[in-house]
């Protein structure tokens, strides 16, 4: 201290950075990581079906579920179950979604609609859809009808609940400066309500998309000829683990695309983040 | 246009907050409101505006709107209340696309406003590519597309660091000195209060009730920062603040 003009090097100890003790926490997507484990978990499984370590009465190899999938290419039978599959998501679907953020809506914003409608909500909403199936099939009939149902009900009450906890969760004060402008009633729901619910909507939109192909094997359990779910069960009844196997990778492709899907629309809605 | 309040009084439940306030604004002058924090320098503003209505007494418009107004009593709001999923231009076009405007009247005014508040540049731009001063420029900008009557202000610079507050006080007052605005603005800043206020009313501590008004007829232009005068009134406001903020924390203490 005696030396003001020497700021380095103090006499007693020597200099010595300052220990790094931030980062982490942060976890980052790393985009070859995946296929990597991807791949070497299927090489590591195709071995293990080789050289006899896993049974093949246990676990088909890779290669003996992606002959079965050629099968279904080739046969044209893939596109069959598909379209049967695709049609009753997309409609039970999209009815479900737009039938939940109505009537979220109506929650988020009307106290009659929210104290009438958000307990009967929350009391059906964790009844599983998979135990009303046979209830669904009397109401709906046996074909399309029910199954299409089972999967709009499984998909609206999630949608419901994401829409009015978006709402609630609308800055007020954006709301009051919409008032203070004097904007109309349907202006501050369409301008400042809704688009101030869409994250959380879209949100919901993700967990509704993986609940709906959940409940898409359910429902072609009951007198479905096509489907993915259908030709999966038919496989697991005939023990035709290698069939089963391709429905199932079927079936996890079309939640990816899904996934994917939804991650698009939600770059493009909520590019302003 | 002149806002009277007269015996204003307002009660949250069972608390108290504001009694029998009687005030004019008149045509062409801001007022500014100081008061010790919470109170209820927001919740008056939010009478005046007819956001929310007083307990008893009421707020009374009296004149001639001016001409092409589309909005009377327009607020600019210390949190800018921005939309962050639009761009600065379809900020300011919300609040004209409820009235009964022309596209290209509608455009015109946008980039009149965006031209005056030095926006031009950045109308494509979100709000969270802008720094705190621009956002409130913004909702300067939307606040003056509806050529408002009276301008109603709560901490509008309290959100800025100090250099930000300087530069827009300026434009602040350049507006003024254009347009002669009439305005209510809240502050906490007794800066702010002697460089913009017409008239300074002091609000005691909750209940708030009027304790002084203090008038400053130095035009706003030559108020500089320095100035011996508006230094004097300064200190002056600053002793009756003190009072309320210390008869405030007994009183805290007492309960
Ligand atoms: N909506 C409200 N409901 C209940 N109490 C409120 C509400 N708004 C404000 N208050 C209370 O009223 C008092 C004055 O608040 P406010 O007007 O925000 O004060 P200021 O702006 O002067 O700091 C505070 O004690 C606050 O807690
Ligand atoms: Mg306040």
């Known amino acids: 201290m005696s030396d003001g003009l020497r700021e380095s090097e103090g006499p007693e100890s020597p200099a010595k950075p300052v220990p790094f003790r931030g980062g982490g926490f942060l976890p980052k997507p790393r985009r070859i990581v995946a296929p990597i484990v991807f ?14 370590f896993i049974s093949p009465l246990i676990l088909p190899a890779p290669s003996e579920a992606f002959d079965a999938f050629m099968n279904l290419v080739r046969t044209g039978l893939l596109w069959d179950h598909l379209a049967a599959s695709l049609q009753r998501l997309l409609i039970g679907w999209s009815a479900g979604t737009l039938l939940g953020i109505f009537v979220g ?8 609609a929210r104290s009438g409608l958000q307990p009967l909500v929350s009391a059906i909403f964790p009844v599983p859809k998979i135990a009303l199936l046979p209830l669904f099939v009397i109401w709906f009939g046996i074909g399309e009808g029910s199954k299409v149902a089972t999967i709009l009900f499984g998909t609206f009450f999630p949608t419901v609940i994401a829409t009015y906890g978006g709402i609630d969760n609308v800055d007020r004060n954006l709301i009051r400066m919409g008032q203070s402008f004097g904007l109309s009633k349907l202006s501050i729901i369409r301008k400042i309500i809704l688009p101030g619910a869409l994250p959380a909507i879209l949100s919901g939109a993700r967990i509704s998309a993986a609940i709906a192909i959940i409940l898409l094997v359910a429902a072609e359990m009951i007198a479905a000829e096509y ?21 199932v990778a079927l079936l996890s492709l079309m939640g990816l695309v899904f996934a994917w899907l939804i991650g698009q629309a939600e770059k493009y809605f909520l590019k302003w983040r | ?9 307002h009660h949250y439940d069972e608390v108290e907050v504001l009694r029998d306030i009687n005030l004019d604004i008149r045509r062409g ?12 320098k927001s ?11 007083p307990t008893g007494g009421e707020v009374l418009q009296s004149g001639e709107v001016p001409e092409g107004c589309l909005n009377p009593l327009t607020y600019i709001f210390q949190d800018f209340a921005l939309l962050p999923w639009r761009t600065v231009e379809a900020n300011v076009s919300l609040v004209l696309e409820d009235h009964d405007l022309s596209a290209a009247a509608r455009e015109a005014i946008i980039a009149d406003v965006l031209a005056r508040t030095k926006l031009a540049d950045f109308r494509k731009a979100y709000p969270r590519q802008l720094s705190g001063g621009m956002k409130q420029r913004v909702a300067i900008a939307r606040a003056l597309s509806v ?19 300087e530069l827009l006080m300026d434009d602040l007052v350049d507006l003024w000195e254009k347009e002669q605005y009439t305005a209510a603005y809240v502050t906490h800043n007794l800066n702010e209060a002697v460089r913009l206020g017409h008239r300074i009313v002091v609000l005691s501590r909750r209940p708030g009730e009027i304790r002084e008004i203090v008038e400053i007829d130095m035009p706003l232009s030559d108020r500089r920062s320095d100035n011996s005068e508006l230094e004097a009134i300064q200190k002056r406001l600053w002793n ?9 924390d007994r009183e805290l203490l007492d309960v």
């Open chain 2, 240 to 248: 009756l603040m003190r009072e309320e903020a210390l008869a405030a």
């Open chain 1, 227 to 247: 489907g993915v779910g259908a030709y999966i069960l038919l496989a697991g009844s005939l023990m035709a683990t290698d069939q089963l196997i391709a429905g």
């Open chain 1, 39 to 52: 791949i070497a978990l299927i090489a590591f499984w195709e071995f293990g079906c080789r050289v006899g």
């Open chain 2, 147 to 165: 050529r408002p009557a009276v301008l109603l202000m709560d901490e509008p610079l309290s959100a800025l660091d100090s250099q930000t507050r």
């Open chain 2, 1 to 9: 246009m002149d806002l009277n309040l007269r015996h204003i009084s």
């Open chain 2, 43 to 53: 919740t008056l503003l939010r009478l005046i505006g007819g956001l929310e209505r």
């Open chain 1, 105 to 112: 809506t109506l929650i988020g914003l009307f106290s009659l």
């Open chain 2, 29 to 40: 002058q801001i007022v500014c409101l100081i008061g010790p924090s919470g109170c209820g």
